[in-house]
């Protein structure tokens, strides 16, 4: 897997590894997860991803919420 910076501390595009490696195997998760902790943005190019295959990918990261349930929860309160 190859890391490729894309700003100064800030967003990473991954090479040489696909979603279907990170759902699939522990190790090249865990690469993955450590570079997410670094640059907090990554980039996957070219991904070719069925829904069961996307579903997979994420549960690597945490439980899924469904959209539904996304848009129900309350919208944060912004003050200045």
Do not use: C, H, N
Request: charged share 25%; glycine share 8%.
């Amino acid at each position: 897997m190859e890391i490729v910076p894309l700003g100064p501390g800030f967003g990473a595009e991954l090479r040489g590894v696909t979603l279907a490696d990170v759902a699939a195997d522990a190790a090249v998760y865990a690469a993955v997860r450590a570079a997410f902790e670094e640059y907090s943005v990554l980039v996957f190019r070219d991904q070719e991803i069925d829904g069961e295959s996307q579903l997979a990918f994420s549960r690597r990261f945490g439980r899924p919420k469904s959209p539904r349930s996304a848009r129900s929860a309350p919208a944060p309160i912004l003050s200045s």
